[in-house]
T-cell receptor, first 118, second 112 residues
Framework: GAVVSQHPSWVICKSGTSVKIECRSL??????MFWYRQFPKQSLMLMAT?????????EQGVEKDKFLINHASLTLSTLTVTSAHPEDSSFYIC??????????????FGPGTRLTVL | KQEVTQIPAALSVPEGENLVLNCSFTDSAIYNLQWFRQDPGKGLTSLLL?????REQTSGRLNASLDKSSGRSTLYIAASQPGDSATYLCAVFTGGGNKLTFGTGTQLKVEL
């Protein structure tokens, strides 16, 4: 149980295009999902917290107009990188917290999406 | 602001050796601490979760301890195997920021 999937697993795009990444909780519902970014040889950095039915909360320094987050259902959150540039190339990982669990409970992580912007 | 540090950054050991990975955090007001494994180019595999009220958790050859007051956790791996080679990350959940803060990671290589 507690499986989170991401699609696509990798994507290559041209500079200036937009890319959408999906995060799905397959066997549980999640009111809260999290989006992280990981640059090579570095740790994960939280980008934003996605709440079902409301606006996402972005971490300091993360441009909300560039990284659009939509959490339209209890099993799906999407991250759209708009007008992507080479510096946006990174490994994007999402996680989900099951409905009914508190902040002290475990988040379940997706397998990540490798974005390369040419 | 919570900061999480892991020492050492990299470690290479011969197969069969017992080893300890260290994690320290600056803000002791945490809800829990997790240890993860990450293989190259892959996502995270959760290894152990320790609630703030707990002192340790065990799973197979892995044992994680937590000393919240001193802001430290250790991950003990017994009888290491080449398959244990990966990057190990610790992360703390801080209620004030309502988020997980990850450490810098320890890259482990277990050699035959």
């Amino acid at each position: 149980g507690a499986v989170v999937s991401q699609h696509p697993s990798w994507v290559i795009c041209k500079s200036g295009t937009s890319v959408k990444i999906e995060c799905r909780s397959l066997d549980f519902q999640a009111t809260t999902m999290f989006w992280y970014r990981q640059f090579p040889k570095q740790s994960l950095m939280l980008m934003a917290t996605s709440n079902e039915g409301s606006k996402a909360t972005y971490e300091q320094g993360v441009e909300k107009d560039k990284f659009l987050i939509n959490h339209a259902s209890l099993t799906l959150s999407t991250l759209t990188v708009t007008s992507a540039h080479p510096e946006d190339s990174s490994f994007y990982i999402c996680s989900a917290r099951p409905v009914g669990t508190g902040s002290y409970n475990e988040q379940f992580f997706g397998p990540g999406t490798r974005l390369t912007v040419l | 602001k919570q900061e999480v540090t892991q020492i050492p950054a990299a470690l290479s050991v011969p197969e069969g050796e017992n080893l300890v990975l260290n994690c320290s955090f600056t803000d002791s007001a945490i809800y829990n601490l997790q240890w993860f494994r990450q293989d190259p180019g892959k996502g995270l595999t959760s290894l152990l979760l320790i609630q703030s009220s707990q002192r340790e958790q065990t799973s197979g050859r892995l044992n994680a301890s937590l000393d919240k007051s001193s802001g430290r956790s250790t991950l003990y791996i017994a009888a290491s195997q080449p398959g244990d080679s990966a990057t190990y990350l610790c992360a703390v959940f801080t209620g004030g920021g309502n988020k997980l803060t990850f450490g810098t990671g320890t890259q482990l290589k277990v050699e035959l």
